[in-house]
């Protein structure tokens, strides 16, 4: 299938049979997301055939592919907020008597699915107060009151923190005892091993290989993503010798999100924060932005205590910030990757100062951009239409040229490839051992462990325990989850 | 997906044609058509006399381009146009040594208006579009019970010589309006501000996504309130142009804050946000002055006139989503 | 990159229960608010029933113009083209019937295709063309009502007395444009609420992308709900005449339908963003409205000063919602 001046997928052949879970990777822009929206009716492919149940069919609409029995549960959550369970649940298929809705039939119907998977929310309430991962099982139930045969679900884990993840791979196994077909994209090999029967692996919009999990290891999936050997995937520690002096400090901090907080962070480390979903620890990076600021304790930063009210505060204390949330808080999509490097020394700026002060020009953003690897027909052209890793690479490029000595990241590696994940741990890394702090919240435990040279966990907004580098993953989890297994719900 | 480091080696005029604003190709085409029905157009002094003409419209709209690149809408121009000119011919009442109080009054004016507009935007969270609508009514009966609903007082010469006067005997140029002394100096200042400073690239990100702005330590209240306090200065300029053109009248801004976003939107402002230039929107400016004369001569009414501007509204928008499409 | 759709600042009630409070309390404190000026005043004869009776007569033209911009605000559009309409329908209405009874039917009946037509090119040109809405009603509103102006000075032709049953008949003690006005305003609850055409709209609203996945024709629905905008504004358009004898080119401006259809709505507690809210509310601000005109008018104030202070409520109603948005507002 060509896109103008691209093509997206070449002859690639892909099969998947009732009960299996078939698993496809491969670095972004490698073609997964083409074969996806072909099989889902959102594009029209140029050449091949779509055969289901051995019957060649044409999708012309996303409705048609329904109507066959194929089912797409996308990355961004197509519920609607202000609507119920259950009006989400039979969104596009909503029963009718005499024209009138049977918001009775539909209640029962909707319950019935959540009876099903466990769950402790009502089909009466609005999707918009479901956690994410609560909503994802509205999207699962949705998608089968279709009478989904075949469910293709792009990176369903990628906004879940372990925990999480495990249940919805529960549903995913059960579904496959079931009869159903289930095709998952994920970058998470992890959760890909543990799940799948099958992996296919693309790249740039080619068939790789396509192996049964017994047959293949992790590292050889890596291998065909990416096409080389990706050595020293986590960079290593060392110290560098000096003596680390206090580059931030918290003493019994809070707010409506967090308690009891009692932080110190040394230059020249990384210190990684874990835990589930509940922990709270996107708001810990959040308070010390100054994006949901502290209401209580104090905060020092090089041994000076200061307020941090805002992210102007907190920039200008030099603190740097990278956003889970890339689209929504990280860019601005329509102006040039050299205007989004620059936002944030921008954003400091005196309003009626040049556009080429000395200060801005002094940045050389430009080598900047080039040293974290950019990849973009030129830096003038609009950030959002940089693939997924490059964007971040972006946001990064923009703090690693200000070089604020302390910088916060959340969730860095989100929703990117292998290959940008290892480029941004090194220079995370390298960053840090120029002798700055770094604080890195994820929920991606063997990341967190990888880079780390210490790991904090959280648990229902408190600290509740701390790692040294090389701690063992069952021992971080078992305290993340309170030494229970509490289910997440 | 990533895009490969390729650069245009070749030199494809068609490609470099269709990288011009379409507004400028209509420009030519209508100076074209009014020099046809007028042939001494195309002489200094008719190109002049153009740009005087032109030079309100030209001034608002630029101004309403700081408000909507930042993702609002400013309907109350055409109404403090009018309040401008009416209170002005008010308070002077035709003593000339009152002249420069009254300007600095309704600039005051100007500023407190824009001022408020931003604060309920930013503090208030209410739509612009709302806002904006509220103070036109608001602004409009003003200006109606402050005169008793008809045009009172009147203008004296000093007051109108910038919409009026003409300085002669230039070289080349042969006559330079005031008025057009005023454009350029407005212009200048304007594309220096939104260029060259710092605060037009924050609002450009401001209009894109308010929230990276915040997250990146702009502060997006402060940048949103001067927007609005530039639209409404500009507007009190152009109400002054105006009211030496055609001294005080209960309708002389009806619809400048409409034609100002035609002009926005014919020089390839995005409406919501994120995109926009000076030469741009003064460009779409004088083709809508360009098009109303020609209109003129084709003798059509006003009201008519008023529908031929919603029509290009329409049409200017559509295309312009057409283009970005391709683009 | 986020995952999860935008959560709301706190939990609400069930969609089950959709008769919330706040429509109510609008109703109430107007009410309050109308008495205590109608006491301040002397004007006692304006709380007796016929004097209550007389503010709803007035919000007639209002609240079925903001019928139906609710339903094109609930699906994220918007109608700045439904004052000119007014002003069209009330022309058209009392120009083609000429004070001839027999014509009356045929008048109504083009006005309403009229204004039908109007809402299917707004629609096709919101979902076609990709033109915001605020720009496509804008300017088609500006061009009927520049073809409107240019072919009418005055008052155009009359309305035979017959028609004006529509805005004076009674039925007992409420006019029958007052029950139209609610019979409406149930039908479009209904339709919101127990219709595939109503959770359509919501989703439509809602989240346009997860609704044209989930197969619903958004575009449609779109179109529809302008035509019923439309025509409800056209609807509004014969009343005026009705009411005033013949219709004239201003009428809708000067009814400031616009603003204060948009005004009513948000007040109402639809919002802007679309995908939340009802028809109630809009009732609700509605009776505000008039509610404010009736002590306006008590109050004796001067047209002009009215002007102003219009505008300044209608902000400072919506500020009194708005202020709680998180988040960035333009």
Redesign the interface.
Known sequence: MTFPGVVALDDVSFSCEAGEVHALCGENGAGKSTLMKILGGVYQSDAGQILVEGQEVRFT???AA?QHGIS?I???????????VA?NIY????I?RF???D?AAMNAGAERWLQRFGCRFGA??????LS?AE?QIVEIA?ALNFDARILVMD?PT??LDDAEAERLLEFVRQLRAEGVAIVFISHRLRQVFAAADTVTVLKDGKLIATSRKSETTPDEIVRQMVGRELKDYYPAREGNGESAASALSIRDGGNDAIKDINLDLATGEIVAVAGLEGSAKGALARAIFGAQPLTRGTLQIRGTAVSIQTPRDAIRHGIGYVS?????EGLALQQSVLENALLAARGIEPLFASTRSRRIRELRIDGALQNVEVRAASYGQPVGLLS?GNQQKTVLARWLALRPPILVCVEPT??IDVAAKAAIYHLLRRYADEGRAVLVVTSDLPEAIGIADRLIVMREGRIVGEFPAGAAEEDIAALAAGHAAAPVE | MSVSAASVTRFDPLRLLRRIHPAYFALVVLLGIVTIYNPSFLTPTGIMNFLRRAAPLCIVSIGEMFVLV????DLSLGSLITLTVMGSALMINNDPGLTWGAIAAVYAIGMASGLFNGL??S?????????T??????????A??WSG?SPQGYLPDNFRQFGRMTLTDIPVLQVLPVAVIVLVIAVALCAWVFHGTTFGRLVLIT?DN??AA?VAGAR?RGI?IVAFIISALSAVTAGILLGGFAGPAQDVGDGYE?QA?AAN?LGGTQ???GRGSVAGVVAGALTLTALFMVLNFMGL?K????????????IA??YS?RRRKWG | ????????TA??E???SRISLVPLLIIAGSLVAYAIAALVTGQMAQLSLDGLIGVLQRTVALGIVALGQTLVILVRS?DLSVAPLVSVGAVMASWIMQGDPARMIGACLFVLALSACVGVLNGV?ITR????P???T?????????????SFANFAGSVPEEFQVFAYGTVGPLTFSIILMFALAVLAWLML????L??HI??TG??Q????????KTGRVTVIVHVLCSVAAGLTGLYLASRLRAGAPWVGRDG?Y??ES??AV?IGGTV?AG??GGVWGTIAGVILFGCLDAIFTMSGV?A?????????I??AA??AY????K????
């Open positions: 609409h996303p409705l329904r797409i996308h990355q961004e959550l197509s519920l609607l907020p202000d609507r119920s009006e969104l596009g298929r909503e009718a024209g009138m809705l918001h009466g309430r609005l999707a918009g107060t994410i909503q949705k990176e990628a906004a889970d949330d890339r689209k929504g997924g989100r929703g | 930042s993702g609002g809408f309920v935007v503090y208030l969270k209410v739509p612009s579009i709302i806002v609508l509220g103070a036109l009514l608001s602004l409009k009966g003003i109606l019970a609903g209009g308010p929230r915040e997006v949103r409409l976003i939107v409406l919501l946000g009414p009201p008519l006139r008023d529908a031929v501007q919603g029509a290009i509204l329409v928008v559509a989503v | 990159m986020s995952a999860s759709i935008p959560a709301l939990p609400r069930r969609p089950g918007i040109i063309l990709m033109v915001n605020l720009i496509a804008l300017g088609v509103g500006l061009v009927l009502q520049g073809i409107l102006s240019a609420g127990h219709t595939r109503g959770a919501y989703a809602g989240n992308e997860g609704a044209r996945l989930a197969g619903i400031v616009d603003l948009i005004a948000v802007l995908g939340r001067n002009y000063i009215k002007q102003v202070l219009r505008g300044a209608v902000v919506v500020a708005a202020y709680r948005t988040g960035q507002v333009a």
